[in-house]
């Protein structure tokens, strides 16, 4: 079946650059989605990429997509302490139901 | 625009009584909504999906009797939690699809259930 794996931990120093990293099991997915959730509040949708793209950037964001290897990583430039969050990797689901695959998620923290 | 929210952000009740949670798309119309679970320290679990005006998708191993999920209109889901026991404590967090290849979900901020 599907499944979206992460690696659950991340620490940087504040001014880095942080990458997250996915690996996803589904051929068919279309769309592939980074969330971030703060605590104990609910997700934050923060960019996505289409399956025929191998790169989207969106300001101090950079989703790099390897579709062979079924790899998928985000990249946060001059990482600040308001980043520090769980960070969601989601895999669409075939079919029209459109359901999300999630990742266990990544713990980002970031050090002064 | 494509806000999403939730009522209410909190609820602690005692074992036996059912709990009511809404979810609604504030600036945008949903024709699909979802249900998840959220437990301590743990990924999102999709509960059901929603679809306006007709019965809700259950995920295997969810009992549909127990989570009723209603969406009687295109901005309005809800999900009752019935005969709510420790068990069912959690974060259960809605999300809305917007129409379009994207089909990108916007979630809300979630409701935290205790059950006493």
């Known amino acids: 079946g599907e499944d979206v794996e992460q690696s659950l931990f991340l620490s940087v120093r504040e001014g880095d650059s942080s990458v997250i990293n996915c690996t996803y099991t589904?051929?068919?997915?279309?769309?592939l989605y980074w969330y971030k959730q703060e605590p104990g509040a609910g997700l934050q949708l923060l960019t996505y990429?289409?399956?025929?793209?191998d790169m989207k950037q969106d300001q101090r964001l950079t989703v790099l997509l390897n579709k062979k290897d079924k790899h998928l990583s985000l990249r946060i430039a001059d990482t600040q302490t308001g980043d520090s969050a769980i960070y969601f990797c989601?895999?669409?689901?075939?079919?029209?139901?459109?359901?999300?695959?999630f990742g266990k998620g990544t713990k980002l923290s970031v050090k002064p | 625009g494509a806000v999403v929210s939730q009522h209410p952000s909190w609820v602690i009740c005692k074992s036996g009584t059912s709990v009511k949670i809404e979810c609604r798309s504030l600036?945008?119309?949903?024709?699909?909504m979802f249900w998840y679970r959220q437990f301590p320290k743990q990924s999102l679990m999709l509960m059901a999906t929603?679809?306006?005006?007709?019965?809700?998708?259950?995920e295997q191993g969810v009992e549909k009797d127990k989570f009723l999920i209603n969406h009687a209109s295109l901005t309005l889901s809800t999900l009752t939690v019935t005969s709510a026991h420790p068990e069912d404590s959690s974060f259960y967090i809605c999300?809305?699809?917007?129409?379009?290849?994207?089909?990108?979900?916007?979630f809300g901020p979630g409701t935290r259930l205790t059950v006493l």
């Open positions: 589904d051929s068919s997915s279309t769309y």
């Open positions: 989601a895999d669409s689901r075939g079919g029209s139901q459109g359901n999300l695959i």
């Open positions: 600036d945008f119309q949903a024709t699909t």
């Open positions: 990429i289409f399956s025929n793209m």
């Open positions: 929603s679809n306006e005006g007709s019965k809700a998708t259950y």
């Open positions: 999300s809305a699809r917007l129409p379009g290849l994207a089909r990108e979900q916007f």
